[in-house]
């Protein structure tokens, strides 16, 4: 039966890994590798780990056990702040967590009581880009003696995330202020602060260019090691692959055909009003492939001369005008993917994944 195919080159997902780890061993620095963007596939970890990554973290735990089932010697970190149904998996399944919230973190210090464990939890600390995290030196102070009493907790680190959702930039100051605030909270309530954990990918540009605080000594990476790109950045990474991730989707049909559409136009599937540029009548393959499988936004036509046009729910329409007669209907059209385009294809049930060990 025909499906689309997503190719995972391992061998250049070591690469990276060693790369990256080369990176921040300089300057003492932990990874936290990301395994949601592919869905915690073992094959993936076994690449990360031959590049010498030894602590991994994922958003879902249904990722992270998984993960565990197949190797129970692995160290995972829940990177997303857990809702109180999960608070059991939570403390049975990771090694720490990320937390905000008091009433979650109650809740999981009684629960790691009845485990009989002391639960580690990295705060988290929001700096600007408005997602999960404490807010400012009063909410800091609320939440701090809260935190002292729960004697199933043990906070041992501050963390913080930039450009997921406010597409805020990393910078000296908005990183600098988790090491003012790990001072701060040490010598003001008595904690033994340790990690001080940024993310993501994003936040190697601080370290590249040697303005990333002292003190930062954990960075929660995917992007770089599975794509080779930072995408808040808007950048490929030196020395980085960035074709690890490959998909292929078969022509069904070429035809020469207007580039804008004829008639009265109204939204498209997605609901979106759309701007058609007239680039004249041109060749154009369509895939069966759409966007009910992937963020076709985040693909690029590895065909030279190929020009990603657009997408429907079933559909990906891909100019090959330039492609000097390359393309006929039946051939596979490659594409690499950016985070969204694998994040989305590895969990889509109507792609078949093939890694290449």
């Known amino acids: ?11 250049k997902i070591t690469e990276n890994a060693r790369r990256l780890k080369t990176m921040c061993d300089a300057r003492g620095i932990e990874i936290a590798f990301v395994t949601k963007g592919f869905c915690a596939r073992p094959a993936v970890i076994r690449a990360a780990k031959a590049g010498g990554l030894t602590h991994f973290a994922d958003s879902r735990m249904q990722n992270i056990i998984a993960a565990k089932q197949a190797d129970p010697e692995l160290h995972y970190l829940l990177i997303r702040i857990p809702a109180l149904d999960e608070v059991e998996e939570v403390v049975r399944w990771t090694d720490w967590s990320m937390e905000s919230q008091i009433e979650t973190i109650c809740a999981i210090s009684d629960e790691a009581l009845r485990q009989g464990k002391v639960h580690p939890i990295i705060l988290m600390l929001d700096v600007g880009d408005l997602r999960e995290g404490v807010f400012g030196r009063e909410q800091l102070d609320e939440i701090a003696p809260q935190i002292l009493a729960c004697p199933g907790v043990e906070l041992v680190g501050l963390g913080t995330n930039v450009g997921c959702y406010g597409s805020v930039l990393p910078s000296p100051e908005n990183m600098g202020s988790l090491v003012k605030a790990r001072d701060y909270l040490n010598a003001a309530y008595g904690f033994h602060i340790r990690t001080l954990s940024a993310g993501g990918t994003c936040v190697l540009k601080l370290l590249e260019n040697g303005t990333l605080p002292d003190g930062i000594n954990q960075l929660r990476v995917g992007e770089a090691v599975l794509y080779g790109e930072d995408s808040t950045g808007n950048r490929l990474l030196d020395d980085f692959h960035q074709d690890a991730f490959r998909l292929s989707a078969q022509v069904v049909e070429l035809r020469r055909k207007p580039s804008v559409p004829v008639g009265e136009r109204g939204r498209d599937c997605s609901g979106n009003v759309q ?82 060990e």
Request: with cysteine.
């Open 275 to 356: 701007e058609y540029p007239d680039r004249g009548v041109r060749l154009r393959a369509i895939c069966a492939l759409g966007k009910q499988d992937v963020d076709w936004t985040a693909l690029t036509p590895m065909l030279p001369g190929a020009y990603l046009i657009g997408a429907s729910s079933d559909h990906l329409i891909v100019e090959v005008e330039e492609c000097g007669g390359a393309v006929r209907p039946g051939d596979r059209l490659w594409f690499r993917c950016g985070y969204m385009a694998a994040l989305h294809a590895t969990t889509s049930a109507y792609i078949e994944v093939r890694e290449l």
């Open 1 to 11: 039966m025909y499906a689309p195919v997503l190719e995972i080159d391992t061998h």
